[in-house]
């Protein structure tokens, strides 16, 4: 399994295993935080998250931080530690265009020798061979494209914009679609140096 299947699964299985706490950081209502929920995931996002979960994959929140929800899990016996967001606005170009939810993760895999990677799942099919761009902290950074997912470029950058993650307001980040829509999320960052650091404790065990 990829890293971005592993990804697809653990966002699903939060959806679906009723990781709550996340949902009412985003909606605010308990009401619309299980509307979401059950709305949020397509069919073959269901199915995979039913096969982490069955892997013993299902993530356990482990603390709200601002926007930022930080999350355990073990697919495949391997822990993985991550910190997931949603965006704070997302805009179209041309407006109004529809598109799954779009979040961003930073994640670490022991077993990988992973820290803090940064991904942002972008919620529809990227343009084939198109870059994206991560804005934060007044620097922009080239991102890779695979599916509905974006790394960064140069991995030798990775840590710099991750330290600019903690110290900035927000990010930004561009993308095109396979049928050439733009699009632009921007993701609070409210919360995600306390839940990082609450990883960093907990991924050490």
Sequence with gaps: MSVRQILTSLVASVL?????????AQSGSPK????????????????????????????TL??????WGAYTASPNGKKVCFAL???SSSKTNPPNRPRDPAYAFVSTRPAEKVV?????????TLKQ????????????????????????????????????????????VKG????????????SLKGLSQALDRLAQDCRR
């Design 16 to 24: 679906l295993c009723g990781a709550t706490s996340f949902a009412l």
């Design 85 to 87: 967001a949603k965006p």
């Design 176 to 187: 095109v679609s396979a049928k050439g829509t733009e699009t632009t999320d921007t993701f």
């Design 32 to 59: 619309a935080a299980t509307k979401g929920a059950a709305k949020s995931a397509p069919p073959a996002k269901q199915e995979a998250a039913a096969a982490a979960a069955a892997g013993g994959a299902e993530p």
């Design 116 to 124: 803090n990677e940064v991904s942002i799942m972008i919620g529809y």
């Design 129 to 172: 061979g198109s870059e994206s761009t991560l804005e934060v902290g007044g620097g922009s950074y080239a991102m890779y494209t695979q599916g509905d997912g974006l790394w960064i470029k140069n991995a030798a950058e990775e840590e710099r914009m991750v330290e600019a993650m903690r110290k900035a307001a927000d990010l930004t």
């Design 62 to 67: 482990i603390g709200q931080y601002g926007t």
